[in-house]
């Protein structure tokens, strides 16, 4: 009963976002309308830290880096092939690849979770500098030229799957990049359902265990970061379709930073806080800096003292909490008498389900 | 003539932690269906011996042989995958899971989808902790995650089981239904257990290994172990001299 309740609320829930998707570019300006859909495409990010931190366990501090690969995978191919479809394909494809050679070393090389850190974030630096230092025609891959700390300006935006010459609008733009929200966040509630993310769990739970059980940890650890790289490459085509624009500073650390600040202040462990947190972040940084007020720096630095202070826990999940105590009976007890629903549907609170 | 394989059989096994030296040239052999329990002070070696037959350490020299098949130096979750269950000393369980799911975790890598259900159910009778099974496992006593862990290893349906120190914060009532439990897997079961309490050990032993400063001091069935004069003044001391 329990579980059947709750599919059918998570139902709901879906096909509320999909009409909210769908109806958004009718209600709100052009302005807003753009501005949600570069929030859409950081929540994606989010979403690939929220998934192999909050549930692999792992942080990695080089998100930026399969950021800023997919980004530039999808410029290069984009300018090359003047087709989108083949292009999104690739900025999913070499982070994904890049992911698989970097993790390889780090997971079976037993590398400890602090230099994991340290090598993800050197990693970032290395790419910031290689990219930065690509000035001058004869930095070029087919006919894209890298153009160094300028950037590459005039990227070629979505098109319709095999059609070069039915560019998206921006309205079509944001169903794409806010359905690829939903779509990623669906994917990895799913994965999380099934055994495969319970053992991804699991490891993260007690690595010895999972290990004297029989799990290979270092191949799950892997598998968890080409997957959140493969993510993290996905938004960086998505960002750079928003902006028709790349350059270097996509590898910049403090935006590696401010996605940590996201999923802090949303709730490590859950999947919709780490969306909520990057939305509002955004929010407040692109307010700040159109007042000029306040240095946007400086506020993001207080509000992840507060939350850090405050709210240690995140949104989303302390609003869970409230939620459970003003209805906690009738809860308890559906779980208890539930006794045929698989681990993966039950008790998966603390585990990730919000 | 064919000689029998052991179950396990480790020859001439050595650890050293740079000048300690933890297992000293330990030779040590299992049959099929044995149960033995090992014995010894703390520091005499028996958790670095149960470490090295799992794969959690790398014994410096010496060789492992799981029915003729050489472990030592294998990783933990190969030598996993060939049939060694162990439940270690400091409880290693799923700490943000439910009781359920880490039974499930251990049954799943064998059962096919269709009896992990029943598998998992028959695990949760069998540890007694049914009524619980949706809770958290963090949220239990020292006891029951015992227990747990106990559980996980059972439902993996390993060749051989390592118990170290089952028994160890769990009340009188709780420790006879662990004694009961080993009788019962043993009938089909290897079983090692390491133990401090010896009224445990008098309930489940048949041959007993006295570990001492790194090396098998002695090896005998448990009634001779406890008489010898070497054993009482190494380990057992004041408590069955008196």
Redesign the interface.
Known sequence: MAVRFSLVAQAVVVVLAIVAIAVIPGVIELFAMMQLTLFAAMAVLALSLAFIWGFGGILSFGQTAFFGLGGYAYAISAVNFQDSTPSILLAIIIPALFAAILGYFIFFGRISDVYLGVITLTVTLILFNCVNSTSGDEYRIGKALLGGFNGMPAVPTFNVPFYPDQVLSPEQSWWVTGGALLGVFLLLRLLLAL?AG??V??V???E??????????RKVKLLTFILSGAIAGLAGALYVNWGAFVGPTIFSLSLSAEIIIWITVGGLGTLLGPVVGCVLIEYIVAYIGSQQALNSNLVLGAVLVVFVLLLPKGLVPTARDLLMRLVPAPKAKE??A???????A???H??GAE | MADLVPLLKAEHLTMRFGGVVANDDITFALEEMELRCLIGPNGAGKSTFFKTL???LVPTSGAIAFRGQPIAGK???EI??MGI??K?QVP???????V??NI???V??KATPRAQ?PA??AVLEMIRLTDH????V?TLSHGQRQWV?IG?VLA?EPELILLDEPAAGMTDEETLHTAAIIREINKTRAIIVVEHDMEFIKQIAKKVTVFHQGRVLIEDTVDKVMADQRVRDVYLGKKVAA
């Open positions: 055994p319970r053992i769990v699991a993260r739970e007690n010895t265990r999972a290990s004297l059980l029989g799990y290979d940890p779980r208890l539930d006794g045929q629903v698989p681990p993966s039950a008790a998966s603390m585990a | 799992t794969g959690q990783l933990s979750h996993a995958r269950g162990i270690t290693n369980v799923f700490n943000g899971l439910s359920r799911e499930w975790l251990a799943r890598r259900g998992v159910d099974a949706d809770r958290i963090a862990e996980m993996a």
